[in-house]
C-alpha cells in the first residue's frame, strides 16, 4: 500500500515518530533505576534504544512539515498507547510473561489503571516495580502532553494532539506554557508526597513508588497486599490526600497555587467529588467492619485510584456495587483520574431536572441552563449525554462478555467497571488464570477508558475506509 496514496496514513506515521523518541528518552530513567540496584539492563536499553531508532528512522523517511487535523491527533493518540504498551512489555517479557499477560501490564500501567497480572509482586526485580509505576506517573498526565513539552510543541497540531487525550482546559493561554505548568505542579506535588510517605513509615525506594502511583491515580504497589500490608494509619492518610490530589482537576490546583486558597470548595466538581466520598463511606462502613476502610476504599474507587486497604475477596454483593458505581462516577475533568468524570454527571443530573421543569411549567416559560454561573450551550448538553450513553453501552457489553465467560454477574461488574474506570481494584478475576478473553475485554476497557471513547472509534472507523476497494473490471 502505498503512503502517496493515504496522506492521512503518513500524516499519523509522522506524527508518532515524535511519541517513539520520546519514550526511548523517558527509558533511560528505569535504565539508571535498573544499574543503580545492580539489574539486567537489556529490556530497558531495548525500550530506550528501538523507538529512538524507530523515531529517528521515520524522520528521515517522512520529512516535510505535517498537517495534522483533529482526526490524525486522535488515531495518533489511540495508537499511542497501543505502541507505548508494546514496548512497555518488554521487559516483562524478559523476566518470563507472556506477551498478552505483559501487554495487559503495560496496558495497565500507561492507562493509569493499576490491575495486575504479578501475583507476587515483592519477588519481582526492583526496576520492574519502578518501570510499572513510572509508567503510571507518565501516563497521568500523559504521555503527548509531556511530548509536547519536551519538543516545545505550539501552534494547531499541537493543539489537537492535546484535545485527542482528554484535555481540554488551559492554566495559561499559550498551551506550551499550560502544559509546562501542569508538569511542575505534577513534579511539586511529587517530591511532596514522596516525603510524606517517608515520614509516615515507608523506605525511600516504597514512596517513590507510591507517590508515582497515588497523583496518577494509577494502584500499583510494590506490596503484595498493597496499602493494607503496609498496616500503618500514617500511609493511608498520605494515600488519601495525595489520591484526591490526583483527582482533582488541574486548573484548581493552579488557582491554590496562586493565592485562590478557597478554589477546592468553590469548584463544582471538587465539591462534588468531596461529598460523594464522604456518602460512599458512610454507606460502605454499613458492611465493612471498619470505618477507615470504608472511607479509605472510597475515596480509592471515587478518586480512580486503585489502592487497596481491604480484602476485596470477601465482601458483600451490596459493598460490590457500591464501589462499581464510584468507579464509573469517576474523578474530576482536567485530572489525572478516569472513568465518566463528575462534571459529566452533574449536567447530565442538570438536564433532566431542566427536562421536567419543561414538562411542568408553562410554555413561554425561559429556563437558564447554568452551572456555576456559566451558560450551557446545546453542544455542552449533548456531549455528556452522548458520551455516558457510549460508556455505558461498552461496559454492558463487556459484563456481558464476562458473564458469558463464566464469572459471577456481581464480580463481573465489578471488574469491568475497574478496567474501563482506569480504576485497579480487583475482587480476585483479574490474574493470570484470568481467560484470555476477558484479559482482552479489560485491556480494551482500560484502552478505551483512558482515552474516552472518541479517538478509538475514529481509529476504527479509519481502518475500515483504509481497506483498498476492489476496481470493478469492464466486461466487453
Same mark, same amino acid.
Given at each position: ?45 531495548? *525500550? ?16 516535510? @512539515?505535517? @498537517? ?69 506517573? &507518565? ?7 509531556? %511530548? +509536547? #513539552?519536551? +519538543? ?51 523506605? #525511600? ?37 495525595? %489520591? ?7 486548573? #484548581? ?14 469548584? *463544582?466538581?471538587?465539591?462534588? %467529588? ?20 470504608? &472511607?479509605?476504599?472510597? #475515596? ?32 474530576s475533568t482536567g485530572s489525572t483520574g478516569g472513568a465518566l468524570k463528575i462534571i459529566r454527571l452533574i449536567i447530565v443530573v442538570k438536564l433532566i431536572f431542566w427536562w421536567i421543569q419543561e414538562k411542568i411549567l408553562p410554555e413561554h416559560a425561559v429556563i437558564t441552563r447554568r452551572i456555576s454561573g456559566v451558560e450551557l450551550s446545546d453542544a455542552d448538553l449533548e456531549e455528556p449525554a452522548i458520551y455516558? +450513553? ?19 454477574? *456481581? ?24 481467560? /484470555?478473553?476477558? !484479559? ?23 481502518? &475500515?475506509?483504509? !481497506? /483498498? !476497494? ?7
Open positions: 500500500m502505498s503512503l502517496e496514496k493515504h496522506p492521512d496514513l503518513k500524516v499519523i506515521i509522522q506524527s508518532l515518530s515524535m511519541i517513539f523518541i520520546v519514550i526511548g528518552v523517558l527509558a533511560v530513567v528505569p535504565l539508571i533505576v535498573t544499574a543503580y540496584y545492580n539489574e539486567a539492563l537489556t529490556p530497558f536499553v531495548l *525500550i530506550s534504544v528501538i523507538p529512538i531508532l524507530l523515531g529517528v528512522a521515520i524522520e528521515l523517511l517522512f520529512k516535510g @512539515e505535517i @498537517e495534522l487535523q483533529v482526526k490524525h491527533a486522535a488515531i495518533a493518540a489511540a495508537l499511542t498507547y497501543l505502541l507505548a504498551s508494546a514496548l512497555g512489555a518488554l521487559p516483562f517479557m524478559y523476566y518470563g510473561m507472556g506477551f498478552l499477560d505483559s501487554f495487559f501490564e503495560a496496558m495497565s500501567g500507561w492507562t493509569t489503571t493499576g490491575l495486575s497480572m504479578i501475583a507476587d509482586v515483592e519477588s519481582m526485580p526492583r526496576s520492574i516495580l519502578f518501570w510499572r509505576s513510572f509508567m503510571q506517573w &507518565l501516563g497521568g498526565v500523559g504521555v503527548i502532553v509531556l %511530548m +509536547l #513539552v519536551i +519538543l516545545a510543541g505550539t501552534g494547531s497540531a499541537a493543539s489537537k494532539l492535546y484535545q485527542a487525550e482528554a484535555r481540554k482546559d488551559r492554566l495559561k493561554p499559550r498551551l506550551l506554557s499550560t502544559v509546562r505548568l501542569i508538569w511542575w505542579i505534577y513534579i511539586i506535588y511529587t517530591v511532596l508526597g514522596i516525603l510524606l510517605y517517608y515520614v509516615a513509615g515507608m523506605s #525511600v525506594f516504597d514512596s517513590v513508588n507510591h507517590t508515582m502511583a497515588a497523583l496518577s491515580t494509577g494502584g500499583f504497589s510494590t506490596n503484595n497486599l498493597n496499602i493494607q500490608g503496609f498496616n500503618s494509619l500514617g500511609v493511608e492518610v498520605v494515600s488519601i490526600f495525595l %489520591m484526591l490530589l490526583g483527582a482533582t482537576n488541574f486548573l #484548581v490546583h493552579y488557582k491554590v497555587l496562586t493565592g485562590n486558597r478557597l478554589a477546592f470548595l468553590k469548584d *463544582i466538581e471538587a465539591r462534588t %467529588m468531596y461529598i460523594l466520598a464522604f456518602a460512599g463511606a458512610v454507606a460502605l462502613s454499613l458492611k465493612m467492619p471498619s470505618v477507615r476502610g470504608a &472511607l479509605f476504599q472510597s #475515596v480509592s474507587a471515587l478518586t480512580t485510584t486503585g489502592f487497596g486497604s481491604i480484602n476485596f475477596t470477601v465482601l458483600d454483593d451490596f459493598s460490590k456495587l457500591l464501589m462499581s458505581f464510584l468507579m464509573i462516577a469517576g474523578a455516558l +450513553l457510549l460508556y455505558l453501552f461498552i461496559f454492558s457489553m463487556g459484563v456481558l462478555i464476562f458473564v458469558y465467560l463464566g464469572y459471577p454477574t *456481581i464480580d463481573s461488574i465489578f471488574e469491568v467497571a475497574s478496567a474501563q474506570g482506569d480504576v485497579g481494584l480487583s475482587v480476585g478475576l483479574t490474574g493470570a488464570s484470568l481467560h /484470555p478473553v476477558g !484479559k482482552l475485554v479489560l485491556i480494551f476497557g482500560m484502552w478505551i477508558g483512558r482515552l474516552e471513547i472518541i479517538p478509538v472509534l475514529i481509529l476504527a472507523q479509519s481502518i &475500515l475506509k483504509i !481497506k /483498498p !476497494k476492489k476496481k470493478s473490471k469492464d466486461i466487453l
